[in-house]
């Protein structure tokens, strides 16, 4: 299989925040940032395999800024690492205020999808071949996200974690 690039599964979606995705706060709501987050990053996945893809699990979505209504959001998201089935998926969200003058971060999480066949069952997905000094960044990040997901998960030990170890346990080879 072809390795392909993290750009390769680039998806950009911009949003208006209108008065039915806000709550009493007149900010958009949580649930509705993550259904946006969530779409954005499953067409990500499925343009990075060419499969049908589903949602594994959603790390660390952090909510650092309210989006005031009336706000434009921009969510993007790109494969930062295949592994066998699973593919991990960054996503960021970006508010554009221009009444206010408002361009900051507001949201970034990591998704993890698996790609299925069409009875399904995982089926294999390309690698990755990271380009720039992000993408490898967050590509050797990937590994470790991975063990913390798989260990909370109940699906590895932590003394399995070799990644893992080595960040906090001097002079262990990883």
Not at 3 to 31: H, W
Not at 131 to 153: D, F, H, P
Request: glycine share 6%.
């Amino acid at each position: 299989m072809k390795k392909r690039r993290p750009q390769d599964s680039f998806v950009s979606s911009t949003e208006f925040v209108l008065p039915n995705d806000t709550n009493t706060l007149n900010n958009l709501m949580g649930g509705r940032m993550m259904h946006l987050m969530d779409i954005v990053a499953a067409i990500s996945a499925q343009r990075h395999s060419g499969r049908i893809v589903v949602t594994a699990s959603v790390d660390n979505l952090n909510f650092s800024k309210a989006i005031p209504l009336g706000s434009i959001v921009t969510i993007s998201a790109k494969v930062t690492r295949a592994f066998n089935s699973s593919m991990e998926i960054h996503v960021v969200a970006d508010i554009e205020d221009n009444i206010r003058g408002v361009h900051a971060r507001s949201n970034d999480a990591f998704f993890t999808f698996v790609a299925v066949d069409q009875n399904g069952r995982p089926i294999d997905v390309p690698e990755i071949e990271p380009e720039t000094e992000e993408e490898w960044k967050l590509y050797n990040g990937a590994i470790r996200r991975r063990q913390v997901r798989l260990i909370l998960g109940g699906r590895m030990k932590p003394e399995d974690a070799e990644d893992l170890k080595a960040l906090f346990i001097p002079n262990t080879q990883g």
